[in-house]
């Protein structure tokens, strides 16, 4: 059994999940805290609408418990990366509501923990018992994406300012840097992974990106009918030069 399935082999004993774990596989495991920690917070928000403070207040525990001692704790930040970073803020986020909706009595933050764990569950199952070698380099494949999303992202900001300070050629010369990363990702899977917080950092990178792009076109349109307006006044003056032999040379 490797360390990431010991761990969550752990976290079982340690919260008391009711279920023969030992011969689960490790992506089973992690299947089961989503199951167990969902199941915990249905409880709690049973409770609470029945007005049962003790038996809130032990299903909500141990919803926090499965959270910070099974998921959190089964997460390889060495192996993970970026991605297990975001899934350790989240889960720590998951159990600081969980917290406050005990001292709240607070049935909206027991369903938005819900949802955030319900996304994280079907994003995990739809893997499946894949060889963990290759969810990891899927998952690293995911977050090797939304980088080349926030470096386009951090260019296109460059290149807004560069139009603002009139630098075209340096407008010229990021916008290049800035389609080589776009045919690079070209072809790439809409979907490749990464659960729901990963998709809607997508979102939020493409809004921006977007806007950035609507205010250069703004700044550069006026520049570029400028410049159009010039070189086809030069033609026009050519031609009549021409017509009238007036080019140099012509005499």
């Given amino acids: 059994m490797n360390i990431a399935a010991q761990r969550a082999l752990n976290a079982y004993s340690s919260v008391g999940v009711e279920t023969a774990v030992v011969n689960a596989s490790p992506h089973r495991l992690i299947v089961m805290l989503f199951e167990g920690a969902r199941m915990a917070i249905a409880n709690a928000k049973g409770h609470m609408q029945r007005r049962d403070i003790a038996a809130k207040g032990e299903a909500i525990s141990k919803a926090i418990a499965i959270i910070d001692g099974g998921l959190n704790a089964s ?5 993970g990366g ?7 803020d989240l889960y720590e986020y998951m159990s600081r509501r969980l917290v406050q909706a005990n001292l709240d009595n607070d049935v909206a933050m027991l369903d938005e923990v819900a949802g955030l764990l319900a996304e994280l569950h079907g994003a995990w199952a739809m893997i499946g018992d894949a060889p963990e070698a290759t969810l990891t380099a899927s998952m690293m494949e ?10 386009i992202s951090a260019l296109t900001g460059k290149m807004l300012q560069a139009a603002r300070d009139g630098e075209w ?4 010369a990021l916008e ?15 979907d490749n992974g990464g659960g729901a917080s990963m ?3 997508k979102v939020e990178i493409l809004r921006k990106i977007l806007a950035d792009d609507a205010a250069i ?18 033609s ?7 017509a009238y032999g007036d080019e140099p040379g012509s005499r």
């Avoid at 997460?75 to 192996?79: E, G």
């Avoid at 977050?143 to 470096?151: A, F, N, R, W």
């Avoid at 076109?217 to 030069?234: C, F, G, H, I, K």
């Fill in 176 to 190: 290049q840097e800035c389609r080589g990363i776009v045919d690079g990702l070209r072809g790439q899977p809409t």
């Fill in 169 to 172: 050629d340096r407008l010229t």
């Fill in 82 to 88: 970026e991605l297990a970073l975001r899934l350790r």
């Fill in 75 to 79: 997460l390889d930040v060495t192996a």
């Fill in 199 to 201: 998709s809607q950092r």
């Fill in 142 to 151: 995911a977050d090797k994406i939304l980088q080349d999303y926030e470096t």
């Fill in 236 to 242: 026009v003056g050519r031609k009549m030069r021409t």
């Fill in 217 to 234: 076109r703004d700044l550069t349109e006026p520049w570029m009918a400028q410049l159009a307006s010039v070189l086809d006044s030069a």
